[in-house]
């Protein structure tokens, strides 16, 4: 009974994601030279400090908002699209970004894998330079 119901969870993403990017800084590449490590930890610390709300909705469509930072001022970049789900990975293509229509060739494709539990979603395709993913969480309704 219990297996049944996580299964049911974990096969519907519809909802409310909330997240950011994870590091494993143990294992991120920095340059050498002084100036750009420097460089490269303030652009690390600029990604961490992004923030991701995912909206999967019922009619196979989504919403991805990126908070962030830019040159002192808050940014919002607002991405929609279609997804389909297959077991228990979400694969969504943007065909808006900030209310635009995306050209059929600069479409952004993502994969996501989500947890047994059903609580998580893990970007696929992590960053090898940066060992960096990002990682949601199913808002609490």
């Known amino acids: 009974m219990v297996f049944a119901v996580v299964a049911a969870v974990a096969s519907s993403p519809v909802g409310t994601w909330i997240g950011a990017y ?6 991120v590449k920095l340059p050498t ?4 490590k420097a460089m490269a930890k ?3 610390e600029a990604i961490k400090a992004m923030k ?3 909206v999967l909705k019922s009619d196979k469509t989504f919403r991805m908002e990126m908070r ?4 002192g001022k808050q940014r919002v970049q ?10 228990n990975k979400v694969v969504s293509t943007t065909l808006k970004r900030d209310g ?4 059929a060739n600069d479409r952004t494709v993502n994969t996501l894998r989500i947890s047994t539990d059903g609580n998580t979603m893990v970007h696929t395709k992590s960053d090898p330079q940066l060992q ?7 808002a609490k309704k």
């Open 100 to 103: 635009k229509a995306v050209p």
């Open 52 to 54: 991701f709300t995912f």
């Open 42 to 44: 303030s652009a690390i």
């Open 33 to 36: 030279d002084p100036q750009q």
């Open 68 to 71: 962030s930072v830019q040159a």
């Open 78 to 87: 607002v991405s929609e699209g279609k997804y389909t789900v297959t077991g």
């Open 22 to 27: 994870k590091f494993d800084m143990s294992k």
């Open 132 to 138: 960096g993913h990002l990682e949601l969480k199913r």
